[in-house]
């Protein structure tokens, strides 16, 4: 096993209420928190509640904690390869939010061998898309230079084509 510990966050001009709504629609039919198209949506199978199981693609696990409008953290079902947790946090002071991604876990089997060279820069090319749509749609624009590259939305795009053959 292998350790793995990787945090994003960003801070902009926002109403931390606002994004927090964002966050409130998470893994619903109307989901404006997880925008990004390297990934399949999210899907729990009872929404935002402790214990609600799904996750995106192969990627499973269960909700751990909630506390509405400004956390939410996930169990990794260990079968995946990850042992721990991962979780978003929303947080601010009236007139500046900070988002939050933090990832904890131990990895085993497969895992150990394609967290770094393949599965961190998708994970990181996700969050970093749902940082950019938090961002423009409080500000009208998201400080990122480049969206996340061509070449791994292809990648990330084959691999969700095998995972939907079974």
Known sequence: MSRVLD??????????????QQLETLASANDDFWVTDLVPPMVL??????????GHGAVKYSVAKYEPGSLIEFRFDPKIGLDGVHRFEIEGDGEHVTVS???EAETSGIMRF????LVLPIHSGVIEDIFDHLERAATGRAHRARPTGSLLRWV????AALESRG
């Open 7 to 20: 945090v994003h966050s960003r801070t902009f001009l926002a109403d931390p209420a606002a994004v927090g």
């Open 45 to 54: 199978d009872r929404g935002l509640a402790v214990g609600s199981s799904g």
């Open 101 to 103: 991604h933090t990832l």
């Open 114 to 117: 394609m967290w770094r060279p």
């Open 156 to 159: 990330s795009r084959g691999i």
